[in-house]
């Protein structure tokens, strides 16, 4: 395991994080979790390997995550990178017991901050970008949280890259905390952040953090067994029972990039997960930036085989093989910059002669 800057800021991360939204079983078939006594043998296994960075939420399995991550992180509790949530409504009732204002900040950081038996948390993500908060009011009131020293830092997760441009832009105006992480949802399956998000936090120097990693399982291959020859439909009846969340992610286009995560990992040797994040730990190397995936697991056996990506990298021609499979179209104004006509009329015949760092 490796440690990363998060973001600027001199945090250091490990370059995995170990997500906890399943340590616990209160959310039943909306998302099966783990026991106790399976969350501890995921967590120890995590930091045996060198992890640091534990990534929880408020909401998560209605608060166990947050007591779970509190009681074993307390052996050592300087040694952990903490990162807990506030937005999602934890009372259906109260229109004030969700969102972003200063209201349901502050409730929400004094009720996690007794889960987890801590005095304060190293990494407060804002959940979701909630518009009828005000951007002010959510940039103030968190700086006011780490002048306090209840938080040490702040980051945003599921928000469009003008939202976080504009925070930090204000935030440093005023000389407040900016954001130093984002967290996006991001795979082989899910390039989109490519168009904006990506680009932003590179230029910016924000750290990304990315959630399902593995497609909601479907670049682990389990929904793409060649033995049973199942079809689209088949396959999301199945997905249906286990996951309901993420049928999102069933579709012929998905299949087939699984498919070639499938391949590789078979030429290589190595399980389609690890295949899988590698190819997102690649990616600083291909200009987008430093990203960490967020790691979730039901069982020991599947944190010993995300883990196991960290033994190996892909070659040149398997990253490009994943790429190719994959890639989407970034439209407009992106496809139309990096055209050949618009090229021709912005640098003339000069071009191929520039010698571009920025790259």
């Avoid at 026991?35 to 995590?46: A, G, Q, R």
């Avoid at 209840?150 to 925070?167: C, E, T």
């Avoid at 120097?205 to 060649?226: E, F, Q």
């Avoid at 999301?236 to 498919?259: G, H, L």
Wanted: proline residues 4%.
């Amino acid at each position: 395991m490796r440690y990363k800057l998060l973001g600027k800021s001199g945090l250091r991360v490990s370059e995995l994080c170990l997500g906890s939204m399943t340590f616990g079983q209160n959310w039943g078939s909306m998302l099966s979790g783990a026991s106790k006594d399976e969350s501890k043998k995921i967590f120890d296994y995590y930091v045996e390997k060198g992890g640091n960075f534990i990534d929880t939420a408020n909401a998560y399995q209605d608060g166990t995550s947050e007591k779970y991550v509190g009681e074993f992180i307390d052996y050592n509790r300087e040694k952990f990178v903490l990162a807990t949530k506030y937005t999602i409504n934890t009372n259906p009732d109260d229109p004030n017991a969700g969102g972003n204002h200063r209201k349901n900040l502050i409730q929400s950081v004094n009720a996690s901050l007794k889960r987890l038996n801590t005095s304060y948390i190293d990494l407060l993500w804002v959940h979701v970008w909630d518009p009828m908060t005000p951007i002010e009011e959510v940039m103030r009131g968190l700086d006011d949280l780490i002048r306090n020293e209840k938080i040490l830092y702040v980051g945003i997760s599921d928000a469009p890259a003008w939202v976080v441009s504009q925070a930090n832009s204000i935030a440093n105006l005023r000389g407040w905390s900016p954001f130093i992480g984002i967290q996006i949802m991001y795979s082989l399956i899910e390039r989109t952040p490519e168009r904006e998000l990506l680009p932003m936090a590179n230029a910016l120097d924000i750290g990304i953090t990315a959630w399902s990693p593995l497609g909601g399982g479907v670049l682990t291959g389990k929904y793409n067994n060649n033995d049973k020859k199942q079809n689209n439909g088949d396959i999301k009846k199945r997905f249906d029972s286990e996951t309901p969340m993420n049928t999102m992610f069933i579709n012929e286009r998905n299949n087939s990039i699984a498919k070639e995560v499938q391949a590789i990992a078979t030429e290589i040797n190595k399980t389609p997960s690890q295949v899988a994040l590698n190819w997102i730990r690649q990616q600083n190397k291909h200009g987008k930036g430093v990203i960490i995936p967020i790691l979730g697991a039901r069982t020991e056996g599947q944190i010993k085989d995300n883990l196991g990506c960290l033994d190996f990298e892909l070659n040149a021609d398997q990253i490009k093989r994943l790429d190719d499979k994959s890639k989407i179209q970034l439209g407009f104004p992106h496809d139309f910059i990096s055209g050949e006509a618009t090229k021709a009329f912005t640098y003339g015949n000069t071009f191929s002669l520039i010698d571009n760092h920025r790259e």
